[in-house]
């Protein structure tokens, strides 16, 4: 399996993970004219973040996508892990443990993170099993947001 940074190649894959991830995850059908703008424009310009994929033998079993948050505080990024997506017959194989440790990997050939973070939906159950046995706490923060 190679992890990689996502290309445009990439694009119509990893539009596909991100309508089943969030129809998997909160029901919802996103936009796909406004996903393939908003994936696209990621792919376009790296300093906004990037995907990786995690691929075996041109297959792509896995994504996820990096923003970076400036810390006034700590004079680093945190590293936002977001739109993580495992193909479910690819599912509990390493695959986004690999992807989490190139993140790492990437964060560290540039000066450091300040932290990796991310988001999970509260009945997540599996999912934040699998950041806490990768050494991710629970954050101190609740998130606000207004629409």
């Known amino acids: 399996m190679q992890i990689r940074k996502g290309q445009q190649t990439d694009l119509?894959?990893?539009v596909q993970f991100n309508q089943a991830m969030a129809q998997e995850?909160?029901?919802l059908s996103l936009d796909e004219q406004t996903l393939t703008h908003g994936v696209s424009t990621l792919l376009k310009q790296p300093e906004k973040g990037f995907y990786l994929v995690a691929e075996h033998e041109g297959e792509i079993l896995g994504s996820l996508m990096v923003t970076y948050?400036?810390?006034d505080w700590r004079a680093k990024d945190y590293y936002w892990i977001q739109?993580?997506?495992i193909r479910p017959q690819s599912r509990r194989q390493g695959i986004y443990g690999k992807l989490?440790?190139?993140?790492?990997d990437i964060a560290a050939q540039n000066g450091g993170a300040a932290s990796f973070r991310l988001y999970v939906e509260q009945e997540n159950v599996k999912?934040?099993?699998t950041y806490q046995?990768?050494?991710?706490d629970k954050s101190y923060y609740l998130m606000y947001e207004e629409k």
């Open 100 to 104: 989490y440790q190139a993140v790492k």
């Open 83 to 85: 739109s993580v997506y």
């Open 127 to 129: 999912a934040q099993q």
């Open 25 to 27: 995850t909160e029901g």
């Open 133 to 136: 046995t990768l050494g991710m």
């Open 69 to 71: 948050e400036w810390s």
């Open 12 to 14: 119509s894959a990893l």
